[in-house]
């Protein structure tokens, strides 16, 4: 029900933003739900990367983003973005959006979203 898209290559400094849209058959709508990014590098389990709730309000990163990504939501076109900025190698990984209920001070947790994406990669490098 969900989508991710605007990974790619990037160089180590670089930007990229990240999308989450709902898919476009499907009839669902993001609006219902709080919104997590979360990532999945190889041989890693995959980790909460940022949450936002349902109106935008309240946001919360991991320690490893803070400072370089901003999460945001646009209600009209039913969208939540994760601008990646300052990118390092070590965030090299497969992103994914996922829509949920619960968006707390710790971050986004993977048992607390129901609507997984299929990722779209991000590969920082040289």
């Known amino acids: 029900q969900v989508v991710e898209s605007g990974g790619g290559l990037v160089q180590p400094g670089g930007s990229l933003r990240l999308s989450c849209a709902a898919s476009?058959?499907?009839?669902?709508?993001?609006?219902?739900?709080?919104i997590g990014w979360f990532r999945q590098a190889p041989g890693k389990e995959r980790e909460g990367v940022s949450c936002?709730?349902?109106?935008?309000?309240?946001?919360h990163y991991a320690d490893s983003v803070k400072g370089r990504f901003t999460i945001s939501r646009d209600s009209a076109k039913d969208t939540v973005d994760l601008q990646m900025n300052s990118l390092k190698p070590e965030d090299t990984a497969v992103y994914y959006c996922?829509?949920?209920?619960?968006?707390?001070?710790?971050?986004?947790?993977?048992?607390?979203?129901?609507?997984w994406g299929q990722g779209t990669q991000v590969t920082v490098s040289p």
């Open positions: 996922a829509a949920g209920f619960r968006c707390e001070s710790y971050g986004p947790r993977v048992d607390d979203y129901d609507y």
């Open positions: 936002i709730s349902r109106n935008g309000g309240r946001t």
């Open positions: 476009a058959a499907s009839g669902f709508t993001l609006d219902y739900y709080v």
